[in-house]
């Protein structure tokens, strides 16, 4: 780039976050981090300019004094908790996502990307098409996602805001939480402890972090992309149990204990289309299941 364009991420110390901002750098950038983790200097980033801010809070948007190019609002990403706090998820990813759009609304930006989830379709049949109308999800998660959709697709229809709206199935790569479940399965495996599951016949999307930046990074660039609900995962579904089997694989040597149980509440087979993808923004995924898992658990066998 001749010119630095200026991209924000917001959630910018979570998982998609960090892996965005170190791309962006390599793309040729300058990128900034909103989020409400303070971090030690350590754990920054070279090269990004960080911002604590709380975009609950109007009066907050005052720390922001550069003007962007792209926005991309990771926030709240992997907020799927066994209790899920209303405050937190109400709050942050819906109040706080039309704090943020609002902010931006008369900004000119050239794109904002939201990252929603596959959660939004609720029990729709898999594959997953965007042009499917939602039915209720079953999370409180997917409901606020949904609604964050919603009001977006509201921006867009009536002030063209330029928004993108990208739905993710399971990404995951280095640097993953615990609360997700490749980052579970890790990080119970290097500790001994006993491996909490269900019966493991769901049928669930693996995207390796590499492909979704990608997608990503060519949403940014796409006009046609403007107003747009996108998928963007594997397109082919595993067993999790299968999953479980091949992770094992990485780790013989040590002793982990597996606990089935049943969830009665859970999705059978979730898995999305990627067509619109393959087409608006001529992307495909690269890393096949096999590839990423070694991938990740190369660094830690």
């Known amino acids: 780039m001749d010119k630095k364009q200026k991209i924000l991420v917001v959630g910018g110390t979570g998982f998609l976050g960090k892996h ?6 390599k793309l040729g950038y300058s990128p900034t981090s909103i989020s409400l983790k303070k971090l030690t200097k350590i754990k920054k980033i070279k090269g990004v300019d960080y911002i604590n801010l709380d975009i609950r809070k109007k009066k907050e948007f005052r720390k922001i004094t550069i003007k962007f190019d792209y926005v991309v609002n990771v926030g709240g990403y992997g907020g799927i908790k066994k209790k899920f706090n209303p405050y937190e998820g109400l709050e942050s990813q ?3 996502l039309k704090n943020l759009a609002g902010y931006f609304l008369n900004k000119k930006l050239k794109k904002f990307v939201q990252i929603g989830s596959s959660l939004e379709y609720g029990n ?3 594959p997953n098409f965007e042009k499917m109308v939602p039915k209720l999800p079953l999370t409180d998660y997917g ?3 949904l609604k964050a959709t919603n009001h977006l697709k509201f921006l867009h229809q009536f002030y063209d805001f330029p928004v ?12 993953q939480d615990k609360n997700r479940l490749l980052g579970y399965l890790l990080n119970s495996i290097k500790n001994k402890k006993i491996i909490k599951v269900s019966k493991g016949d769901q049928m669930r999307d693996f995207l390796y972090i590499s492909d979704f930046i990608e997608a990503l990074f060519r949403c940014l660039k796409e006009k046609k992309t403007e ?5 963007i995962g594997q397109g082919s579904p595993i067993k999790i149990k299968t999953l479980i089997n091949k992770t094992m694989r990485f780790f013989s040597t040590k002793k982990t204990r597996i606990k089935f149980s049943i969830k009665n509440s859970e999705i059978k087979t979730l898995y999305p289309s990627i067509n619109k993808a393959k087409r608006l923004i001529r992307w495909k995924p690269k890393i096949k299941i096999e590839t990423g898992l070694r991938k990740l658990f190369s660094l830690h066998a």
């Open 227 to 231: 107003g747009e609900i996108i998928n």
């Open 124 to 126: 729709n049949k898999s």
């Open 20 to 25: 965005i901002l170190k791309k962006s750098l």
């Open 143 to 145: 409901k606020v996602k």
């Open 94 to 96: 819906y109040i706080g």
């Open 164 to 175: 993108v709206i990208l739905r993710l199935y399971q990404v995951y790569g280095p640097g």
